[in-house]
């Protein structure tokens, strides 16, 4: 016989850190040129928060440890694999793909957060590399820009695609990963 059982996964910094990043990112993208104060206190959030998941994924509790979810390429591509196939294993914290996943936008924030701030010490003279970009070309502050933009495009494509494969993962395994972001709980089967 089977129960199921709510195993806590999701600490509430994880939590937290989670959707104060999302709303941070939604703003900054929101916002652009347009309200340049609020981008920059947006982009600057996700900066500080960038840094506080690296630290968490060194330090922090079992399931938010990189040690916990980063895997090799072949065993993300036979994930992938088998997530076609309709057969995916189940992970009580993130699956092979959901660790790429978070690998990928760590580093894709990362790249908009620092030619972000880059680009505003070129353009408006201010920031914590203002001085280091100071004197900087129009051609230069260009190249920037575009570089920002990328990343920033970047990463609102890894967040579709993020939520692809959590509503994905969500239906193959019968379980609701976003409300397990919420709560800080997943489900998981057990034999008796």
């Not at 016989?1 to 990112?25: C, G, N, Y």
């Not at 981008?39 to 060194?58: D, E, Q």
């Not at 088998?82 to 790249?111: C, E, Q």
């Amino acid at each position: 016989m089977s129960h199921i059982e709510q195993v806590k996964v999701w600490d509430p910094l994880v939590r937290i850190f989670h959707w104060t990043l999302a709303l941070s990112f939604m703003v900054a993208f929101i916002t652009e040129d347009e309200f340049m104060n609020l981008h920059s206190f947006a982009g600057y959030t996700v900066g500080c928060l960038v840094l506080f998941r690296v630290v968490w994924g060194v330090i922090g509790t079992r399931y938010a440890r990189f040690t916990n979810f980063v895997y090799s390429r072949t065993t993300i591509i036979n994930y992938l694999k088998d997530i076609l196939a309709f057969r995916p294993k189940h992970y009580l914290g993130h699956n092979p793909a959901g660790g790429a996943m978070v690998i990928a936008l760590l580093l894709s924030l990362t790249g908009t957060v620092v030619t972000g701030i880059s680009l505003y010490g070129a353009s408006e003279y201010s920031g914590p590399l203002a001085q280091f970009w100071a004197g900087s070309s129009h051609f230069t502050g260009k190249v920037l820009e575009g570089m920002h933009e990328f990343f920033a495009n970047a990463t609102m494509l890894l967040v579709v695609a993020h939520l692809v494969g959590v509503a994905l993962a969500s239906f193959q395994h019968g379980e609701n990963l976003v409300r397990s972001m919420v709560t800080g709980k997943k489900e998981t089967v057990h034999e008796d």
